[in-house]
Nanobody, 124 residues
Framework: VQLQASGGGLVQAGGSLRLSCAAS??????MGWFRQAPGKERDFVAA????????YYADSVTGRFSISRNNAKNTWYLQMNSLTPEDTAVYYC????????????????????WGQGTQVTVSS
């Protein structure tokens, strides 16, 4: 199983980026995005279930970020709008095999596979 994250880059504050995560080898029940800023812990950003019927967001990104998925491509996305310098971090995609609600998918220990990370830098 491999997860390949892409789409990071340098953007000015107020700009947008779309991250993608392509999975190979199998499909998953839940897919998520986490981020880690320098000197900080890895934090939950967003998650989505296989059906797409449930999505979860960190409070800090609600209303600005949107997670979606394309099951035919086994790929999920994170559309990031109205970016601020506080969004600067390495973004990791992750995939989970288990079922659960918000408390399950916001916890990094419940994810079985991780992508390599993609850097997002927002300049002021």
């Amino acid at each position: 199983v491999q997860l390949q994250a892409s789409g990071g880059g340098l953007v000015q504050a107020g700009g947008s980026l779309r991250l993608s995560c392509a999975a190979s080898g199998r499909t998953f029940i839940g897919m998520g995005w986490f981020r880690q800023a320098p000197g900080k812990e890895r934090d939950f950003v967003a998650a989505i279930t296989w059906s797409g019927s449930s999505t979860y967001y960190a409070d800090s990104v609600t209303g600005r970020f949107s997670i979606s998925r394309n099951n035919a491509k086994n790929t999920w996305y994170l559309q990031m709008n109205s970016l601020t310098p506080e969004d600067t971090a390495v973004y990791y995609c992750a995939a989970a095999s288990g079922f659960g609600g918000r408390s399950y998918y916001t916890a990094s220990q419940n994810y079985d596979y991780w992508g390599q990370g993609t850097q997002v830098t927002v300049s002021s």
